[in-house]
Nanobody
Framework: QVQLVESGGGLVQPGGSLKLSCATSERIFGATAMGWVRQAPGNERELVALITGGGRIFYADSAKGRFTISGENRMNTVYLEMDSLKPEDTAVYYC???????????????????WGQGTQVTVSS
């Protein structure tokens, strides 16, 4: 069974940085976008960033200027570099992968065909 395997979460002080990584356990044919979705306790899921196979990128307003998404290996691997972290960035971060044609950005939750198990990011002093 195909898996998305995340790493890089942890505890960091406000203003610090973390880099999340996600790799697929095998090549997923038809993969057209990868992204990061986060969820904090009591909050709805939020799409943080996504990147398409064609190189289009979307960032949530909360991530613009602080987070950088990148990918490699033709939609097998995706990274999220997070700088200037704030306590409100604390959440479980899920790696996601979409199949099929990608139209306008962002895309809805329902378009994500695969999800990782999630990695905890905690920003606290």
């Amino acid at each position: 069974q195909v898996q998305l395997v995340e790493s890089g979460g942890g505890l960091v002080q406000p203003g610090g940085s973390l880099k999340l990584s996600c790799a697929t356990s095998e090549r997923i044919f038809g993969a057209t976008a990868m992204g990061w979705v986060r969820q904090a306790p009591g909050n709805e899921r939020e799409l943080v960033a996504l990147i398409t196979g064609g190189g289009r990128i979307f960032y949530a307003d909360s991530a613009k200027g602080r987070f950088t998404i990148s990918g490699e290996n033709r939609m097998n691997t995706v990274y999220l570099e997070m700088d200037s972290l704030k306590p409100e960035d604390t959440a479980v971060y899920y790696c996601t992968l979409a199949l099929g044609r990608i139209g306008g950005l962002p895309i809805s939750d329902s378009r994500w065909a695969y999800w990782g198990q999630g990695t905890q990011v905690t920003v606290s002093s």
